[in-house]
Nanobody, 119 residues
Framework: QVQLEESGGGLVQPGRSLKLSCVVS????????MGWYRRPPGKQRELVAA???????DYGNSVKGRFTISRDNAKNTVFLYMNSLQSEDTAVYYC?????????????WGQGTQVTVSS
């Protein structure tokens, strides 16, 4: 079984920064993809950022230039650095990991952490 533990959410003023962290633990050989999705109020879940084990990254259009994703493979941890936060960034942020156990790939999600951008 694989567990994802998120931390770092909270209330922040517009224009400020926030850092999210997610630690992946459990039984797997490697983590091929780690990333963050979010679900704004009343909307569908959308990609925020993702990074592969090779270091390639992908960002949602609305966060390009403001958010940065990074991963620490030795600690099975992914980070999301969010700068210049806007009210539109208010959402529940979910950590995502795709693991490889030598036989198959499997997708896992964290429980979500609330980020609220408000003055």
């Amino acid at each position: 079984q694989v567990q994802l533990e998120e931390s770092g959410g909270g209330l922040v003023q517009p224009g400020r920064s926030l850092k999210l962290s997610c630690v992946v633990s459990g039984s797997f050989l490697s983590i091929s993809v780690m990333g963050w999705y979010r679900r704004p109020p009343g909307k569908q879940r959308e990609l925020v950022a993702a990074t592969s084990i090779r270091g390639t990254t992908d960002y949602g259009n609305s966060v390009k230039g403001r958010f940065t994703i990074s991963r620490d493979n030795a600690k099975n941890t992914v980070f999301l650095y969010m700068n210049s936060l806007q009210s539109e960034d208010t959402a529940v942020y979910y950590c995502y990991a795709q693991t490889w156990n030598g036989i198959r790939y499997s997708d896992y999600w964290g429980q979500g952490t609330q980020v609220t951008v408000s003055s």
